[in-house]
């Protein structure tokens, strides 16, 4: 049977997908990015491998997104490389065709995104401020001395939830500090930050932006049904989370592949290969482009970086 592979890879989880010609979800995995995106994708090769029958499932096009997204696309061979608005947007609607709003905080970055009759009309970025990611919830839970999993239905139990400065991570940090130091429960102080995670995000990325229904909210912190709940709360409107709303990235990608496969099927050995990325200075010019170079078993496989076409030392 034919199929296909989506992976999004971020600086903190990689995701990915193996999908039918149906785009019906076969095999997926979701795994910490860890500082290595290659040995993390090795990883989730081998783990989507064994959720297949690889007597009957052959991969016919992959398809990668996230921060990594152009090495790990080298890395795969893969027939699609785009970037995480795309991704996104064509994974969610392949699941709610009407969906006019996507939130989508994960682990380092949080975006918008507004869509009308299925194409992305406006979108925005935080790349800059980790205040309201995932990463800012699970460190101020490590505060707290609680598992950040358990910060939605901690948030629940709540009766005065408190506020919190959470416009950068700093003053929140500061700022739960002093509420634990008058006082305060550790509900009321969780779902404070659920409550500002919420608010921070609607003044920053959602800033200016028209929300209409149906909202979807993705990524690693829509597991928090404390925020989601803030959400709510905040905009006056049902928003709802998928159970595969972390993966919908991947799923936008392994669709995209699926429409433009390759020639001959991926061979899952590419685990036993050895990857390498170095950056090396082109001194041709002023300019001084670093070329990141990305070597499969020693040969060398893609190159990018160069700002002119004098400097390419490979090209595919
Ligand atoms: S790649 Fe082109 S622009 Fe960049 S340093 Fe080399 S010659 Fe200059």
């Known amino acids: 049977m034919k199929c296909y592979m989506g992976v999004d890879i971020g600086s903190i989880s990689t995701k990915g997908v193996i999908i039918d010609e149906d785009h019906q979800i076969l095999a997926s995995q979701y795994l910490w990015t860890k500082g290595n995106p290659i040995d993390a994708v090795k990883k989730l090769i ?13 991969i016919w096009g992959i398809g990668t997104t996230g921060s990594a997204r152009k090495l790990i696309g080298a890395m795969l061979g893969a027939n699609i490389v785009k970037n995480e608005i795309t991704a996104h947007a064509v994974g ?20 918008i995104i507004l869509l009308e009759d299925g194409i992305v009309v406006d979108y925005a970025m935080n790349t800059l401020c980790a205040a309201g990611t995932g990463s800012f919830l699970s460190s101020q839970a490590e505060r707290l001395g609680v598992a950040v999993e358990d910060f939605g239905d901690i948030a629940l139990k709540a009766k005065k939830p408190t506020k919190i400065a959470a416009r950068c991570t700093v003053f ?16 009321d102080i969780i779902a404070g930050l ?18 209409k229904g149906p ?3 993705q990524g690693g912190v829509s597991k928090n049904i404390g925020v989601k709940k803030a959400f709510e709360e905040e905009i006056g409107m049902e928003v709802i989370v998928d159970e595969n709303g972390h993966l919908m990235g991947a799923l936008g990608v392994a669709i995209l592949a699926s429409k433009k496969p390759f020639d ?3 061979n899952f050995s590419i685990t036993e290969d050895t990857f390498e990325t170095k950056g090396i200075e082109c001194h041709k010019c002023p300019n001084h482009c670093e070329i990141i170079c990305v070597r499969k078993n020693k040969e060398l496989i893609d190159a990018w970086g160069n700002r002119c076409d004098n400097g390419i030392i490979f090209k595919k």
């Open 92 to 111: 969610t609607l392949s699941l709610h065709p009407d969906v006019r709003t996507i939130f989508e905080i994960g682990g380092q970055d949080s975006k």
């Open 172 to 187: 929140a940090e500061s700022d739960l500090v002093h509420k634990m130091q008058i006082g305060y429960s550790k509900e």
């Open 194 to 211: 659920c409550k500002s995670v919420a608010q921070n995000y609607l003044n920053n990325v959602g800033k200016g932006k028209k929300i």
């Open 264 to 266: 001959k099927k991926f």
């Open 46 to 58: 081998t783990e989507l491998k064994k959720q297949i029958d690889e007597k009957k499932i052959e």
């Open 215 to 217: 909202v979807i909210f």
